[in-house]
């Protein structure tokens, strides 16, 4: 019993003196204002199931460059526009690798990820490679069938349920609608029904899984226990999507050895470039990682197109249906060169994606020690953009809360992230692309989203 004692005692004598040598050295290294941490968990009590809320209201009492102990990892949150900007732009270099969660090391997903990459060789070739092959204006021309096939799809869906009098599951629909975009765009083929509902079901998990709080973020020191077991279900997962990768490339191969002509799709694409891409390596189960990889993100970003809709949707569509009805005239189907001449539809997209963003709080890591705002920022810092904050601020939104598309009209804000009051995703090197459909400044969005107007417009007369 007293040795029990005496082991209590001196575990909390070293948990005070660590914390208190913490705090001094915390007051030496001018870090940003931040709340006072306790022991151990440092300010993750002060924080509840929406981070990104709980980090507004600690940065408004103590300030929008603000830091904290996130258990034992420091973290600094940039909640305005101005310090979002000095972190993204003037600090890009130094402050432009991505802060890992655990569960994206599950499979070494990470060493193949275009969004957890570091910025060096193979993530500025992946980069380059998608701006190509996915976002050139040659190659939206190209794919530019494929898109119409996607909307006529979704309307065709649309009308058979408007016909029946059966409710639309809005985000359900435009979520298949963008899944069979991509893979088309991906393998020039759609996804068989139970492949395509499988890919759906592991993003919706995957994501459910890396959004959650995770012991090993928290704790790096009992990381390679992963106690909550969220890298092994995290690897269960990437394996699931990662078989039905691997079947469209072997499929792939197959045809290539026979003979058979290049479709000059994504995956003919990677396949051609592999070599310049992947590493050297003996070992057959990680001779495609890359490719894994970035139709794996590509997957998962196409999620972001149906939470902007589903979110939309929950909003009146009134002035949406008059100037659809304007613009299209007795056309059956909107057309993509028709989303210019529909400026109040795209400020409807922009204002949903202010208060709905995709991804409220974007991690970073600082590379190196770096100086903002007159404060320093250590290397090895979790440098969180607290992007709903500064979606909702109040120093560059008139009533920020209110749905209002008119704000945009008329204004030059886009997605591109040139103004820092809506930056949605994110901006500088990092910038998230956008969802995987070859189209840019939301015009996917809203594109996929006129179908059920046009649909309403029919039912009303």
């Known amino acids: 019993m007293a040795f029990f004692l005496l082991f209590v005692l001196l575990t909390l004598l070293i948990v005070f003196s660590s914390y208190a040598l913490q705090l001094f050295h915390d007051s030496r290294s001018r870090l940003p204002p931040g709340p006072r941490p306790l022991p151990l968990v440092g300010n993750l009590h002060q924080l509840d199931h929406l981070p990104h809320r709980s980090l ?33 732009q003037r600090h890009n270099d130094d ?8 569960s994206m090391r599950a499979c070494g997903h990470c060493e193949s ?29 190209a794919t530019r069938p494929l898109r119409q096939e996607a909307v006529a799809d979704l309307l065709r869906h649309v009308s058979d349920h408007a016909a029946r009098g059966v409710a639309v599951d809005v985000g359900r629909a435009s979520h298949a609608a963008a899944l069979g975009l991509l ?24 994501s459910v899984l890396a959004a959650g709080p995770n012991v090993s973020d928290f704790f790096p020191a009992l990381a390679a226990g992963d106690l909550q077991g969220v890298r092994r279900r995290m690897a269960r997962l990437a394996w699931r999507m990662y078989a039905i990768i691997d079947e469209q490339i072997e499929r792939r191969i197959r045809s290539r050895a026979a003979g058979e002509a290049h479709q000059n799709d994504l995956l003919d694409v990677m396949l051609d470039k592999e070599g310049e891409l ?39 569509m009134r002035k949406v249906q008059e100037e659809l009805k304007s613009v299209m005239g007795t056309k059956q189907q909107i057309d993509e060169t028709d989303i210019s001449k529909l400026p109040y539809l795209q400020a409807v997209v922009k204002e949903t994606l202010r208060l709905h963003t995709p991804v409220p709080l974007l991690p970073y890591e600082a590379e190196t020690t770096v ?23 109040t120093d560059a939104w008139i ?42 400044n939301g015009a996917f969005d809203a594109w996929l989203v006129a179908p059920s107007v046009q649909m309403d417009i029919a039912r009303r007369g």
């Open 56 to 88: 507004a209201r600690l940065a408004a009492r103590h300030g929008p460059l603000m830091s904290l102990r996130l258990g034992g990892v420091l973290a600094v949150v940039a909640s305005s526009p101005d310090t979002a900007r000095e972190i993204l």
């Open 371 to 393: 100086e903002v705002q007159g404060y320093t920022i250590p290397k090895g810092t979790k440098v969180l953009i607290n992007i709903w904050a500064i979606n909702l601020c």
């Open 399 to 440: 009533e920020q809360n209110k749905f209002m598309p008119e704000r945009f009209l008329g204004t030059e804000v886009n997605f591109m992230a040139r103004d820092f009051q809506f930056i949605p995703f994110g901006s500088g090197r990092r910038i998230l692309p956008w969802p995987a459909t070859g189209i840019p």
């Open 183 to 206: 893979s088309r765009t991906l393998f020039s083929a759609d996804l068989d029904p139970a492949t395509a509902r499988e890919v759906s079901d592991v993003v919706d998990e995957s």
């Open 278 to 316: 992947e590493e050297e390596s003996t070992d057959d189960m990680r001779r495609h990682d890359t490719i894994r990889g970035l139709f794996t993100d590509l997957f998962t970003g196409g999620e972001t197109t149906s939470h902007t809709i589903d979110s939309l949707s929950s909003y009146s």
């Open 95 to 102: 402050i432009a690798a991505r802060s890992i969660g655990d």
């Open 113 to 141: 990820s275009v969004l957890c990459l570091p910025p060096r060789r193979k993530w500025r070739a992946l980069r380059r490679l998608g701006a190509a092959e996915l976002f050139s204006p040659l190659r939206m021309a």
